[in-house]
Structure formats: C-alpha cells, structure tokens
C-alpha cells in the first residue's frame, strides 16, 4: 500500500497526538508540582514567622541548660537532623571544648 507524499498516515497522525498529549501531561504536571512546593514552602515560613513570634528568646532557653555535655547534644542534634556538616559539627564541639 502506497501512501501520498508530504502527510502521514492515520498512525502518523495518531502517534504525534499521543506523543503531543504526553507531553503536555508531563508538563501540567510539573507545573503542577512546583506550584504545590512554593505554596508549602510560603506557609512553611509563614508557620516559622509566627513560631517565631512566640518563641522564648533564645537566651533564655540557652540560660536554662548551659552545661557543656548539653550544648554539644544539641549541636549532635543538629548534625543528626542534618541542619549542620560533620566539619561544621567538628568545629564547633572543638570551639566548646576550647581545643
């Protein structure tokens, strides 16, 4: 079977609406996820403003429980919830430690 030149065929045709309709899928979605990670992020922060606007100051948890042995489970704390690097953890027990 011979088909005319210059325009596909029925497959033709229903292969690039299949491809085209993928594509615009795979872009609705990503579209779709990054506007739900900048919300979540926005009202992270938000949550993290009004926190913080609530918080004691920080000196005065601090104030509470200044014993060496607890600032360097807070700082294995951080390192463990991996806010802070095993160099950045390093330098600073050996900055309480006096070392």
């Known amino acids: 079977m011979m088909r005319r030149g210059g325009r596909p065929g ?3 045709t ?10 615009a899928t795979a872009v609705s979605g990503n579209v ?8 979540q992020s926005a ?10 606007q609530y918080a004691p100051p920080p ?4 104030a509470e429980d200044d014993s060496l042995s607890a600032q360097i489970e807070r700082l294995a ?3 463990t919830a991996g ?3 095993d160099a ?7 900055k309480l430690l006096g070392i």
């Open 59 to 62: 000196q005065a948890a601090a």
């Open 83 to 85: 806010v802070i690097s």
């Open 14 to 23: 229903m292969a690039r609406t299949a491809v085209i309709a993928s594509t």
């Open 43 to 52: 009202a992270g922060q938000q949550a993290a403003q009004q926190q913080a």
């Open 77 to 79: 704390t951080l390192k």
């Open 32 to 39: 779709s996820r990054r506007q739900q990670a900048q919300a």
């Open 10 to 12: 029925l497959m033709g």
């Open 88 to 94: 950045e953890f390093s330098a600073a027990k050996a």
